[in-house]
């Protein structure tokens, strides 16, 4: 199969591409700097909107994975960390949809990734794929990220919008930025504790993005986490299990306010209990269902 990739450099594109080029695919990658000069690099500038399409033509991809987005959790946010944000994953997805629709032999399928922040913050409510938008800054640019995919589903172009959770992965992410404190004694609850964490470890994303490129059937959103959500206080003491540490230094929310600012009540504060609904209808098996495993296999 002949794949294009955007992301590649990132925590899951990084996973992702040794199993492709161990299946014996043929990779082309979407790159930001024209310099690189590597093999089936075609340029792309995500956050001004364009793209090599003359590139694409030529590489001709049997399917599509586009994984790219400005990091959400780096820096904090303001005005124009947010634009980039917001940029970088719909004007990006819009060019990258429309020159696919424009393809004299559009591949078969775009796998594009999204995110549960679509939900927002709603407490204990299970949420499904058919779950409404939630409200605020991360809901609403994930609506129009998946929007974004538009012109290749009029195409014909099967889309496949991966709303990811929190990725686990001592390599990068959330769990990477934990590590230290937590081997410090320093781990401890945020908040008041009880916010759900959608967390999914990075041994199954990589296997559900393989999952939704084979199977036909699969479209549209797809909760790409952990059949179990747990709250941060469970996530936090299981943690702390596993590394053997303490877990008695807690960081209030205002604290994380004065810390974070808006990114706070986003991302550390939010209370979002996906499920994977979809992905146990087409038959998906986790490798990793339960967080304790999880956690005793990413950190070895």
């Known amino acids: ?125 299970c949420l499904t794929e058919q779950s409404p938008r939630g409200e605020g800054f991360l809901p609403e640019v994930c609506a129009e990220w998946e929007a974004a995919c538009q012109p290749a589903r009029d195409k014909g172009i099967r889309v496949v919008n991966l709303r990811f959770g929190m990725v686990l992965s001592p390599k990068g992410g959330a769990l990477k930025k934990l590590l230290t404190p937590f081997k410090l004694g320093l781990g401890g609850v945020l908040g008041n504790g009880r916010q759900y964490m959608s967390w999914i470890a990075l041994d199954d994303v990589v296997q559900v993005i393989l999952f939704a490129l084979q199977n036909d059937k699969l479209s549209g959103a797809v909760n790409t986490v952990a059949p179990q959500a747990v709250t941060n206080r469970e996530f936090t003491k299981t943690l702390g299990r596993v590394m053997w540490r303490p877990t008695l230094f807690p960081l209030p929310a205002s604290t994380a306010r004065m810390l974070f600012g808006e990114m706070a009540d986003a991302l550390l504060l939010a209370s979002t209990r996906a499920v994977p609904e979809r992905l146990g209808q087409a038959g998906y098996a986790f490798q990793f269902p339960d967080l304790k495993p999880a956690l005793k296999h990413l950190l070895r």
């Not at 450099?9 to 161990?22: D, N």
């Not at 364009?50 to 400005?70: M, N």
Request: hydrophobic share 35%; glycine share 12%.
């Open 1 to 125: 199969m002949r794949i294009l990739l955007s992301g590649s450099s990132g925590l899951v594109g990084s996973a992702l591409t040794p199993l492709l080029q161990g299946r014996g695919d043929e990779l082309a990658t979407l790159v930001r700097e024209k310099s690189r000069g590597g093999k089936n690099e075609i340029y792309w500038q995500p956050n001004f909107g364009s793209v090599d399409k003359p590139a694409i033509e030529d590489f001709a991809p049997d399917a599509v994975v586009h994984l790219a987005g400005e990091p959400i959790a780096k820096g904090r946010w303001n005005p124009k960390k947010k634009q980039l944000i917001k940029d970088s994953r719909v004007l990006g997805t819009q060019a990258l949809a429309n020159s696919l629709a424009n393809l004299s032999r559009p591949p078969k399928v775009l796998i594009c990734a999204s995110a549960v922040g679509y939900y927002g913050t709603r407490g204990d409510e």
